[in-house]
């Protein structure tokens, strides 16, 4: 087993958390992987809970949601690309409670969220100074699953663009069902494609798209496991097929999957583990399917969120419980292990990457 060759990649990170509005609650680091160093930025107080975060790189923009149980939001930043300093733009309300998620489509001119706790999706036009304006649909899912606590009623967890089409997944936890929505990035409208039933007690939460098949890695929170399904692009209709556990057939604790990422050559797929404490390693095969390789300690407790590094060997894990970051390298198999880098953040659950251009030669 061998390191990969670390590169000279740099990058830009910002840490969402679930710290309140009075606090620092967005860390900003850069990563300088000729180096190996993981060096502090700025820190933005104002927004409560910004648990989950999206980038929009090309116009410098961060948008977060502020999940909190009374109404939640929607802000949107300007970020510094030399250094992540952050200067907000504007903020809208969710129509709901606890917004979990958000992604910005590829013309940057719309803004999509979930409600988890109110089950619903938000559709926001965005003007070309960076505001998000305010709603132009909501959508309200209904339904419910067979976890007492967990499932009494819709929760969707997340809102992903599929590749390469105007479609995007939304993963409901609380129905067990995936819908598949299509953008009319012109009317600045969501219409429904299909939904897809799951298995009951799953809990599909978030989703990694193949780089190069219409496959596309469901990571199911309730059961422990990653779902394969295909995709049509055309008709969005989803056709699952084999399931893998998220932990070893040995453990017999409690768990919870949380993120799952794939690299960007479609070698290699990461799954984290809230209970087992641990990041999931799996080969994927030339026809889809996925090996496991093992699986390594997050290096601290409740490893909600992790981000793949591009053009380095690196994967950079949230650790909520333990209220740390912990930077992990690869191996040429897909094995992990800890770099030594760990830096406190309080309650991370979310970490969104950057790739900077310029780059610093090794000295």
Same mark, same amino acid.
């Given at each position: 087993?061998?390191?990969?060759?670390?590169?000279?990649?740099?990058?830009?990170?910002?840490?969402?958390?679930?710290?309140?509005?009075? !606090?620092?609650?967005?860390?900003?680091?850069?990563?300088?992987?000729?180096?190996? +160093?993981?060096?502090?930025?700025?820190?933005?107080?104002?927004?409560?809970?910004?648990?989950?975060?999206?980038?929009?790189?090309?116009?410098?923009?961060?948008?977060? @949601?502020?999940?909190?149980?009374?109404?939640?939001?929607?802000?949107?930043?300007?970020?510094?690309?030399?250094?992540?300093?952050?200067?907000?733009?504007?903020?809208?309300?969710?129509?709901?409670?606890?917004?979990?998620?958000?992604?910005?489509?590829?013309?940057?001119?719309?803004?999509?969220?979930?409600?988890?706790?109110?089950?619903?999706?938000?559709?926001?036009?965005?003007?070309?100074?960076?505001?998000?304006?305010?709603? !132009?649909?909501?959508?309200?899912?209904?339904?419910?699953?067979?976890?007492?606590?967990?499932?009494?009623?819709?929760?969707?967890?997340?809102?992903?663009?599929?590749?390469?089409?105007?479609?995007? $997944? @939304?993963?409901? $936890?609380?129905?067990?069902? $995936?819908?598949?929505?299509?953008?009319?990035?012109?009317?600045?409208?969501?219409?429904?494609?299909?939904?897809?039933?799951?298995?009951?007690?799953?809990?599909?939460?978030?989703?990694?798209?193949?780089?190069?098949?219409?496959?596309?890695?469901?990571?199911?929170?309730?059961?422990?496991?990653?779902?394969?399904?295909?995709?049509?692009?055309?008709?969005?209709?989803?056709?699952?097929?084999?399931?893998?556990?998220?932990?070893?057939?040995?453990? +017999?604790?409690?768990?919870?999957?949380?993120?799952?990422?794939?690299?960007?050559?479609?070698?290699?797929?990461?799954?984290?583990? +809230?209970?087992?404490?641990?990041?999931?390693?799996?080969?994927?095969?030339?026809?889809?399917? $996925?090996?496991?390789?093992?699986?390594?300690?997050?290096?601290?407790?409740?490893?909600?969120?992790?981000?793949?590094?591009?053009?380095?060997?690196?994967?950079? @894990?949230?650790?909520?419980?333990?209220?740390?970051?912990?930077?992990?390298?690869?191996?040429?198999?897909?094995?992990?292990?800890?770099?030594?880098?760990? +830096?406190?953040?309080?309650?991370?659950?979310?970490?969104?990457?950057? !790739?900077?251009?310029?780059?610093?030669?090794?000295?």
């Amino acid at each position: 087993m061998t390191d990969r060759v670390r590169g000279t990649a740099r990058h830009l990170i910002f840490t969402g958390t679930y710290e309140p509005q009075d !606090r620092p609650s967005i860390y900003t680091y850069i990563f300088d992987a000729a180096r190996e +160093r993981l060096e502090p930025g700025p820190v933005y107080t104002g927004i409560a809970h910004p648990s989950f975060l999206a980038v929009d790189a090309r116009s410098q923009r961060l948008f977060a @949601v502020s999940e909190t149980v009374t109404e939640g939001h929607v802000v949107s930043f300007h970020y510094h690309p030399q250094t992540g300093e952050l200067s907000e733009i504007s903020s809208q309300p969710t129509g709901g409670t606890e917004p979990c998620h958000l992604s910005v489509d590829e013309t940057g001119r719309w803004l999509l969220a979930v409600n988890y706790r109110t089950g619903s999706v938000c559709l926001y036009p965005i003007d070309s100074n960076g505001a998000i304006q305010p709603m !132009r649909q909501q959508i309200v899912h209904d339904g419910q699953s067979v976890h007492v606590e967990r499932q009494e009623s819709s929760h969707p967890h997340a809102i992903f663009p599929i590749p390469g089409t105007p479609l995007w $997944l @939304v993963p409901d $936890l609380g129905a067990d069902r $995936l819908y598949v929505y299509e953008l009319d990035t012109d009317m600045g409208q969501l219409s429904r494609k299909s939904i897809t039933n799951t298995a009951p007690g799953t809990g599909p939460r978030h989703v990694a798209f193949h780089p190069a098949s219409p496959w596309m890695y469901v990571v199911n929170e309730l059961a422990s496991s990653v779902t394969r399904y295909a995709f049509d692009p055309l008709t969005g209709e989803l056709t699952s097929f084999e399931t893998t556990p998220a932990v070893p057939e040995s453990y +017999r604790g409690d768990n919870t999957t949380a993120d799952i990422h794939i690299e960007d050559d479609g070698s290699f797929l990461f799954v984290s583990n +809230r209970g087992h404490d641990s990041i999931a390693e799996y080969r994927v095969e030339e026809d889809g399917t $996925l090996s496991p390789i093992g699986w390594t300690p997050s290096g601290g407790q409740v490893p909600r969120n992790f981000a793949i590094l591009p053009g380095t060997p690196y994967l950079l @894990v949230a650790n909520q419980a333990s209220n740390n970051l912990v930077l992990m390298r690869q191996s040429d198999d897909g094995k992990l292990k800890e770099s030594g880098i760990d +830096r406190t953040v309080p309650s991370p659950v979310c970490i969104q990457a950057i !790739r900077m251009d310029t780059a610093i030669a090794p000295q």
